[in-house]
């Protein structure tokens, strides 16, 4: 503990909404749990022909992240996942469900 967690720990606290109602903290998309997953806060990029996205549960911590070099085109709509997205939602979910409960926090 100290104050570099302190500080990134508030760059997941939810700070506001878009008009299509996406939950937003600093830098970070929020999607609130739901009964199968923990809150889950995400982000996506690309540059020059590829794409990243990265998405982390800090109440399980398990996080993955989806490297891709000329994935095309193919988004969701603002706040929802394209298919690069959709992959790496998948991935974590899969880890979440397959981490023991008591490897959530410690």
Request: glycine residues 16%; hydrophobic residues 40%.
């Given at each position: 503990?100290?104050?570099?967690?302190?500080?990134?720990?508030?760059t997941l606290?939810?700070?506001?909404?878009?008009?299509?109602?996406?939950?937003?903290?600093?830098?970070?998309?929020?999607?609130?749990?739901?009964?199968?997953?923990?809150?889950?806060?995400?982000?996506?990029?690309?540059?020059?022909?590829?794409?990243?996205?990265?998405?982390?549960?800090?109440?399980?911590?398990?996080a993955?992240?989806?490297?891709?070099?000329?994935?095309?085109?193919?988004?969701g709509?603002?706040g929802?996942?394209?298919?690069?997205?959709?992959?790496?939602?998948?991935?974590?979910?899969?880890?979440?469900?397959?981490?023991?409960?008591?490897?959530?926090?410690?």
């Amino acid at each position: 503990p100290g104050p570099l967690r302190a500080a990134l720990a508030q760059t997941l606290v939810p700070r506001g909404r878009t008009g299509d109602g996406t939950v937003l903290a600093l830098g970070w998309h929020v999607r609130p749990a739901d009964p199968r997953t923990p809150t889950l806060h995400w982000h996506n990029g690309a540059t020059d022909g590829t794409r990243g996205f990265v998405a982390l549960t800090y109440e399980r911590r398990c996080a993955v992240a989806v490297l891709c070099a000329g994935g095309g085109d193919r988004w969701g709509p603002q706040g929802t996942p394209g298919e690069l997205e959709a992959l790496g939602l998948a991935l974590l979910r899969r880890a979440v469900r397959a981490m023991p409960e008591g490897d959530a926090a410690t």
